[in-house]
C-alpha cells in the first residue's frame, strides 16, 4: 500500500500545482508567509517542513533563516521532490530529503521548528502517532511544531473532495482529527493554540 502511496504522489506531482491553482485562495502565498512568521524562526536556525510536496512554503522558511540558516524540506514522494528542486534551485538555505516523516533522519533537538502545511490529513492513523513522536524527538526544546490545515469547506463539491481525503485516513481517525484536533494534539505537546487565518479557509495549530 506504501509503494503504491508514492507512487500515487509521484505522478500526482506532475499537475499537482494546477490541480492547486483552480480552487487556491492565497493566490499570493499569504499563508505560507504568515505560516513562516509564527515559526518564531531566526536567521541561523534550522527548519524542518515535513511532507513539502512541491515545496510551497521553502521560500517563505528561507527569508526568516537567512544565509547563515537551513530550511530542510522532507517529502517521501522523489516526485514532488524533483518539483520543490526546481522552485528551490536559486535558494541555497534549502535542502531536500527523501525519507519517510514517521522516521525522521535527524538528530534529537535539530530544529527551531517544524512546520507541516496542508498535508498532515494526507497520513495514515498509525503513521500521525509516529511523525509526530519524531517531531517532538527533532525539536529543540521549547519549540514549535506549526500544522496549518484547510478548515470544511463551503463549496459542497470541495467538501465532498475535503471528506474523501479525511476518510483515506480511516473513519474514526479522520472523525477523531476533524472534531478533536486541539485534544489529539494535546497529547503529544503540553501547549496548543488554534488559529483562524485571514484568508478563513485555514487553521494554524502552534504546538509546543
Known amino acids: 500500500m506504501r509503494k ?71 517529502d517521501f514522494s522523489s516526485g514532488m521532490l524533483k518539483a520543490a528542486c526546481k522552485k528551490s534551485r536559486d535558494n541555497h538555505e534549502v535542502c531536500l530529503v527523501q525519507a519517510d516523516c514517521a522516521r525522521l533522519p535527524f538528530k534529537s533537538g535539530a530544529f527551531a521548528a517544524v512546520t507541516c502545511s496542508h498535508a498532515f490529513y494526507e497520513l495514515k492513523g498509525a503513521t500521525q502517532v ?7 524527538r527533532c525539536l529543540a526544546p521549547g519549540k514549535p511544531f506549526l500544522m496549518m490545515e484547510h478548515e470544511v469547506p463551503e463549496n459542497r463539491f470541495v467538501r465532498l473532495l475535503f471528506y474523501i481525503r479525511l476518510r483515506s485516513m480511516g473513519r474514526e481517525r479522520a472523525t477523531q482529527v476533524l472534531k478533536h484536533e486541539r485534544g489529539f494534539l494535546k497529547r503529544y505537546f503540553s501547549r496548543v493554540r488554534r488559529s483562524v487565518t485571514i484568508t478563513g479557509k485555514s487553521k494554524l495549530y502552534i504546538c509546543s
Do not use: M, N
Open 130 to 136: 509516529d511523525t509526530l513522536e519524531e517531531i517532538k
Open 4 to 74: 503504491f502511496r508514492r507512487k500515487y504522489y509521484d505522478v500526482f506531482s506532475k499537475f499537482y500545482d494546477r490541480f492547486i491553482a483552480l480552487h487556491a485562495t492565497d493566490r499570493q502565498g499569504v499563508l505560507r508567509d504568515v505560516l513562516a512568521e509564527e515559526t518564531g524562526a531566526r536567521p541561523g536556525d534550522r527548519v524542518l517542513d515535513i511532507c513539502t510536496g512541491t515545496g510551497a512554503t521553502l521560500a517563505s522558511l528561507a527569508d526568516r533563516v537567512g544565509k547563515t540558516g537551513l530550511v530542510v524540506g522532507l
